[in-house]
């Protein structure tokens, strides 16, 4: 089994300090394996805002992205290949709004809807109690935050155990 994926962005910014773009984007399946993107900034955000604050958090600098990051467009259909036929979740709605400024930028769509990941627990009848001790069993084994793929693979590991019954509630 290797669906659903789960993903998760860092951006330039903080939602309260100003317009953000993405910088990282990770999508990760419940078998294990993960893909992560440095995003270079497009054209259209050069006056977009950028926070010493959320470089603190993520720890990627705006040379590094400069230097390293891949075009939008690439970064869409590598994202699209790398999800295949996986519905996509994120435990923020932000994720989603990332897609859309990343495919927006690309001259896009974005290549797949971005869902809801509590919707996921309760379609499939999972307790409050059972969820949250599936992502406290994922932190103890991910607890580095703010870093896309283990973001994102922590929220993936979390669905596993639970698809698996590894947690107790």
């Known amino acids: 089994m290797t669906c659903p994926a789960l993903i998760d962005f860092e951006a330039s910014c903080l939602p309260d300090y100003g317009q953000s773009y993405p910088i990282e984007v990770a999508l990760a399946r419940v ?3 993960s893909r992560t993107w440095l995003i270079r900034p497009a054209e259209s955000w050069r006056f977009w805002d950028w926070s010493p604050e959320a470089e603190a958090l993520h720890g990627i600098a705006q040379d590094v992205i400069a230097r390293d990051g891949l075009p939008p467009a ?3 259909a590598e994202m699209q290949a790398f999800a295949g036929h ?3 979740y994120a435990d923020a709605d932000l994720d989603a709004y990332w897609l859309e400024v990343l495919a ?4 896009m769509h974005p290549p797949f809807p971005v869902r809801y990941l509590g919707e996921y627990f309760a379609e499939r009848g999972y307790t409050r109690p ?6 406290d069993a994922a932190r103890e084994r991910l607890p580095v935050e703010h870093v896309a793929r283990d973001d994102a693979s922590r929220l993936a590991l979390a669905v596993r155990l639970l698809l698996d019954g590894e947690t107790a509630a």
């Open 74 to 76: 690439q970064v869409l």
């Open 31 to 33: 078998d294990g394996s």
């Open 130 to 135: 059972q969820v949250v001790s599936a992502l």
């Open 86 to 88: 996986c519905q996509v």
């Open 104 to 107: 927006h930028a690309a001259g």
